[in-house]
């Protein structure tokens, strides 16, 4: 990884800087602008197909962009060096479809990333993992497949999973647009704790109760690029463009 | 800037349209054979020579030199086809696995060169490649200054383990595809490695699914092992032949005799295609 100006907290975690993104023809991104500060929680919102997926799969590098910079604790994503398995140790990502792994039982999910990737010793990985299953309520479903796990308990397994990277930043894209009402509420409650802890969070979420009550910053997405952001009381009860309004008055 | 888009996971060469094809139908015809068509046919070759030869009176004949020869055709033929079968099958399996990973490279050339050789051995008829690898290779072969010298089924063997190689190229292709993309993407995003992803967490899941497909052209293989008697290889089908001569070509012997021998072959695929059925509705279930 290119190796700049060493990176402090002072300085944004994550910042992108005029990022463009296309598949073939398609603009998706269009000249995006963040900055995450470490600790922060900062919510995504728009409607479907703004890119609010694409933009923050460029981040931990499962796409990659044409233009612009992304930089993670101040280094470059966007680069041929990139070595992204450092990258990815320090992103952990949840999707929307939870993405367990079937063969393996709850705990084992959890386990197999530090114990392949990170080389730790099995004693210790297990007694983490537990820890974390028990952290998101599911101590007694460490022994069950994905199969057998409603998809609340799945989404919760499969943020288990990545925490166990500790990382210094997760990603959730729409981690409840799958579940039914009942469920999304334990999910929610599990991320308003990660974010109390200082977790810097991004999140795309459909979930404008949610988005209010946890996120430091929103920002509203429409065809590629920021429309608005702001502060969570300004941006709901203040919005100015034309955009937003429409679509917030059809959400809520 | 613009550099090719190197995080796709998987971008497998488009497949000819032969991907339509089922090639489980011979199971499938197989397995759901009811178990009486064993007797069907035992019933056939004991009505024919009946018929054929009721005017001479000698309708039991036949069946005396059948009986003296079913040890023999069973020991040295029958069972030199399963050999040669399983040796097939060990062969085919190990290189298709590996042909098959192929496929999958991420090396644009590697995943080429694999699948032309998928599709050549794969759309060619087994008997053509089977001449080929009998005349192309020699006779012995020279390690080290020792010349060796090896019967002409081993050549056999190669030369019909090249299109199983081919057929399981696929089926680890095919398993390997049918596994979704998100499977990818999250081990990705856990930052494993591609290789941790294929072999812990891709290959686990689509293992059992490459099960019934592969007994299924075990069964096809075994099927297609008389080709090597056109070769001069002495299998069961040489054999036969050989036992009718030496009992005088009388003509009253050929059903009983190729008749046995299609029983023999049903006997021994009948189980396996119903255990393959078997496997794939127990397997299709779970994701
Ligand atoms: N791999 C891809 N190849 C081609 N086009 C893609 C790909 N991924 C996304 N797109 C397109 O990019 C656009 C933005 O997609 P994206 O998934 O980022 O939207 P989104 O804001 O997350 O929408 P949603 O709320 O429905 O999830 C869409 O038009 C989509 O069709
Ligand atoms: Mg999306």
């Avoid at chain 2, 019967?151 to 399981?168: C, D, F, Y």
Wanted: glycine fraction near 6%; charged fraction near 20%.
């Amino acid at each position: 990884m290119t190796t700049s100006a060493p990176w402090t907290p002072d300085q944004p975690i994550v910042s992108l800087r005029d990022v463009y993104k296309s598949f073939g023809s398609l603009e998706v991104l269009k000249g995006i602008n963040i900055d995450i500060m470490k600790g922060e929680v900062i919510c995504i919102i728009g409607p479907s197909g703004s890119g609010k997926s694409t933009l923050i799969r460029c981040i931990n590098a499962l796409n990659d962009i044409q233009k612009g910079s992304i930089k993670v604790e101040g280094q470059e994503v966007h680069t041929d060096k990139l070595n992204k398995l450092e990258l990815r140790k320090k992103i952990g990502m949840v999707f929307q479809q939870y993405n367990l792994f079937p063969h393996k039982t709850a705990l084992q999910n959890v386990m197999m990333a530090p114990l392949l990737v990170l080389k730790e010793d099995k004693a210790s990985t297990e007694k983490r993992a537990r820890e974390l299953l028990a952290k998101v309520r599911l101590a007694d479903k460490e022994d069950a497949y994905p199969g057998e796990l409603s998809g609340g308990q799945q989404q919760r397994v499969a943020i288990a999973r990545s925490l166990a990277m500790q990382p210094d930043i997760m990603l959730f894209d729409e981690v409840t647009a799958a579940l039914d009402p009942e469920t999304v509420k334990e999910v929610l409650l599990t991320i308003k704790e990660l974010a109390a802890e200082g977790m810097t969070c991004i999140l795309v979420t459909h979930e404008m109760g949610f988005a209010r009550e946890v996120a430091d910053h929103i920002y509203f997405t429409d065809r590629g690029v920021i429309v608005e952001h702001g502060a969570p009381e300004t941006f709901f009860d203040n919005a100015q463009d034309e955009r937003t309004k429409l679509f917030l008055s059809q959400i809520l | 800037m613009t550099k090719p888009n190197n995080f796709a996971v998987l971008k497998p060469t488009p497949s000819s349209a032969s991907l339509q094809y089922d090639p489980m139908t011979v199971s499938r015809f197989l397995g759901t054979m009811s178990p009486w068509t064993l007797f069907a046919i035992f019933a056939v070759l004991l009505i024919w020579p009946t018929i054929a030869s009721a005017q001479s009176g000698e309708a039991v004949r036949p069946f005396n030199a059948l009986w003296r020869w079913m040890p023999f055709l069973i020991t040295k033929g029958f069972l030199f086809n399963v050999l040669i079968s399983f040796l097939c099958l060990v062969i085919g399996t190990g290189a298709g696995v590996v042909l098959g990973l192929g496929q999958i490279s991420q090396r644009r050339f590697i995943r080429a060169v694999s699948w032309l050789i998928t599709q050549l051995f794969r759309n060619s008829p087994w008997l053509v490649i089977l001449f080929i690898v009998m005349l192309a290779l020699p006779y012995e072969m020279t390690i080290f200054g020792e010349v060796y010298y090896y019967p002409a089924w081993i050549k056999a063997v190669l030369g019909l383990s090249l299109p199983v190689m081919a057929n399981i190229s696929e089926i680890v292709r095919g398993a390997i595809r049918s596994v979704p993309n998100t499977q990818w993407e999250a081990s990705e995003a856990l930052a494993f490695t591609r290789n941790q992803t294929l072999w812990r967490i891709i290959l686990p899941q689509c293992f059992k699914r490459m099960i019934p497909p592969w007994m299924n052209w075990y069964a096809i293989l075994t099927m297609a092992t008389p080709l090597v008697s056109i070769l001069g290889v002495d299998d069961v089908v040489n054999l036969t032949r050989q036992a009718i001569v030496a009992e005088n070509n009388r003509p009253e012997l050929l059903m009983p005799f190729f008749g046995f021998v299609l029983i023999l072959f049903f006997a021994y695929c009948y189980p396996i295609a119903r255990l393959t059925l078997r496997l794939e509705r127990k397997f299709a279930v779970k994701l």
